[in-house]
């Protein structure tokens, strides 16, 4: 059984974010009146998460005046890390924030939507990765999706371009230290993604997974996504 012990979680908003196609940071994206990093820091409040750790690259002031303003600032103590080299792949900006967690800590994409209340079994998980995983996917690109492959409890395989796989990852996890020797092997040999050093450590540990089995959440990389996003929670309430 894993308790929360004050466990931080660390937020990845460092990139550019092209294919959104708008003029505003990806983290500032708006939806349904909460900006995409706003929304990525409610869905630590179930976990009792009070420490957040955001690294920041691309109009990395920006962010910073941006969420000064906002009242959901009050509840948190937030270290700012900054990635200057953003344009890179983005397992630098979880390796620059080592320093700043614990032996364990959360770690999430600023621009994944989750619906409420559905982690918080997630603290009872052990492993040095568990990966959140959606086995009956209803909202997500295919497509584009990081895919899983689970045989005998854990996953076997990660990746985008895998062609046998029973479930999508969906983009939030529990880590440990474990994981920053990997994505310095990974980022040595070139290989500078976060899913570098997932597919790393599956292929060497096997990765251990938390499955959501349906429940909606959606990775908003397109205006399309943003526009699918926003209806889809216009319904839930």
């Given at each position: 059984m894993v308790e929360n012990?004050?466990?931080?979680?660390?937020?990845?908003?460092?990139?550019?974010?092209?294919?959104?196609?708008l003029k505003i940071p990806k983290p500032l994206v708006r939806i349904n009146g909460l900006s995409l990093l706003e929304r990525t820091i409610l869905t630590f409040a179930n976990l009792k998460v009070q420490?957040?750790?955001?690294?920041?690259?691309?109009?990395?002031?920006?962010?910073k005046r941006y969420l000064a303003n906002r009242p959901i600032v009050q509840d948190y103590k937030i270290t700012w890390v900054e990635n200057k080299q953003f344009h890179r792949g983005n397992g630098l900006s979880v390796l620059c924030a080592q320093d700043y967690v614990g032996d364990r800590f959360f770690l999430s994409m600023v621009d994944h939507i989750?619906?409420?209340?559905?982690?918080?079994?997630?603290?009872?998980?052990?492993?040095?990765?568990?990966c959140v995983i959606?086995?009956?996917?209803?909202?997500?690109?295919?497509?584009?999706?990081?895919?899983?492959?689970?045989?005998?409890?854990?996953?076997q395989?990660?990746?985008k371009g895998l062609v046998q796989f029973n479930g999508l990852d969906c983009g939030l996890f529990l880590c440990s230290r474990k994981i920053f020797p990997i994505l310095e092997e990974t980022i040595q040999q070139g290989k500078e993604e976060w899913d570098d050093a997932k597919e790393k450590f599956a292929e060497r540990f096997k990765l251990?997974?938390?499955?959501?089995?349906?429940?909606?959440?959606?990775?908003?990389?397109?205006?399309?996504?943003?526009?699918?996003?926003?209806?889809?929670?216009?319904?839930?309430?």
């Open positions: 012990n004050n466990m931080k979680a660390m937020i990845l908003a460092a990139g550019e974010g092209t294919r959104i196609k420490e957040l750790v955001i690294v920041v690259g691309y109009q990395a002031d920006k962010i989750y619906d409420s209340n559905l982690f918080f079994n997630l603290l009872f998980c052990s492993g040095d990765l568990v959606d086995s009956q996917p209803r909202f997500a690109d295919l497509r584009d999706a990081t895919k899983v492959l689970v045989q005998d409890g854990k996953i395989k990660i990746g251990d997974f938390f499955d959501i089995r349906g429940a909606l959440w959606l990775d908003v990389d397109t205006p399309k996504d943003a526009v699918k996003a926003r209806k889809l929670l216009r319904k839930r309430k």
